[in-house]
T-cell receptor
Framework: DTEVTQTPKHLVMGMTNKKSLKCEQH?????MYWYKQKAKKPPELMFV???????INESVPSRFSPECPNSSLLNLHLHALQPEDSALYLC???????????????FGPGTRLLVL | GNSVTQMEGPVTLSEEAFLTINCTYT??????LFWYVQYPGEGLQLLLK?????DKGSNKGFEATYRKETTSFHLEKGSVQVSDSAVYFC?????????????FGKGTTLSVSS
C-alpha cells in the first residue's frame, strides 16, 4: 500500500481566515513533506519532517505553519494568506529523508486551495 | 549542481501513436531516476524508476532506460491511449547535507486525441 491521503480535497478561504490542511500515511514512513504546486509546474518543496522533527524549511512565509503530531500525520496551518498562495498543496512521504537507491517519495492527491 | 531538463510541451498525439518524452540530467554521483505522472486534478504518481546505468524501468506500457553515457532517461510508449493524457515529470534523487531531495524537470503535458 503506497497511499497518502489528504483532506480537504478543495478549500476556499478569505485572507483573514485560519484553516488547516491534513495529511496521513500508514506506510511506516519516517519522512513527510509539504509541496506547493502551481498549474502545469513542478512541485516546489516547502517543508520536510524527519522523525517528527522539522528538518527543512525552504524559507516559507510564516503564514504557513507546519505541524507533525505523530509519525503518521502532518498538518499545514494557514493564516492570513494572500491570493498568490492559491495553488495545489501536495503532501508526500518516504521511508526516510535519506533515501536508498530506488527509494522515493509517494504523493497524496493534494488540496486545491483558493484564497479570495 | 543537480538538474533535470525535459522537452517542452505540449505534446499532442493521436491514439495509438508512438510517444517519446526526452529527459536529460546533470548530477553528481549516481542518482536514481524517476518518471512521475500527474493526471488532471490529481497528485503525482510514481510511473517508473531506475537506479543504475542500463537499468530499464517499465510500467503500464511505458519504458525508460537509464543511459549514463548520454545522461538521459527518455520516456517511451509504443501506443498511447486517450487515458494517457497527463503531465509527465522526470526527476532524480540528490543527496544533500540532511537527506535526499527530489529534483524535478519542468514537466511535459501530453494530450492524446481519439
Amino acid at each position: 500500500d503506497t497511499e497518502v491521503t489528504q483532506t480537504p480535497k478543495h478549500l476556499v478561504m478569505g485572507m483573514t481566515n485560519k484553516k488547516s490542511l491534513k495529511c496521513e500515511q500508514h506506510m511506516g514512513h519516517r519522512a513527510m513533506y509539504w509541496y506547493k504546486q502551481k498549474a502545469k509546474k513542478p512541485p516546489e518543496l516547502m517543508f520536510v519532517y524527519s522523525y517528527e522533527k522539522l528538518s527543512i524549511n525552504e524559507s516559507v512565509p510564516s503564514r504557513f505553519s507546519p505541524e507533525c503530531p505523530n509519525s503518521s500525520l502532518l498538518n499545514l496551518h494557514l493564516h492570513a494568506l494572500q491570493p498568490e498562495d492559491s495553488a495545489l498543496y501536495l503532501c508526500a512521504s518516504s521511508p526516510e529523508y535519506l533515501l536508498q537507491a530506488g527509494e522515493t517519495q509517494y504523493f497524496g492527491p493534494g488540496t486545491r486551495l483558493l484564497v479570495l | 549542481g543537480n538538474s533535470v531538463t525535459q522537452m517542452e510541451g505540449p505534446v499532442t498525439l493521436s491514439e495509438e501513436a508512438f510517444l517519446t518524452i526526452n529527459c536529460t540530467y546533470t548530477a553528481t554521483g549516481y542518482p536514481s531516476l524517476f518518471w512521475y505522472v500527474q493526471y488532471p486534478g490529481e497528485g503525482l504518481q510514481l510511473l517508473l524508476k531506475a537506479t543504475k546505468a542500463d537499468d530499464k524501468g517499465s510500467n503500464k506500457g511505458f519504458e525508460a532506460t537509464y543511459r549514463k553515457e548520454t545522461t538521459s532517461f527518455h520516456l517511451e510508449k509504443g501506443s498511447v491511449q486517450v487515458s494517457d493524457s497527463a503531465v509527465y515529470f522526470c526527476a532524480l534523487s540528490a543527496h544533500n547535507q540532511a537527506g535526499t531531495a527530489l529534483i524535478f524537470g519542468k514537466g511535459t503535458t501530453l494530450s492524446v486525441s481519439s
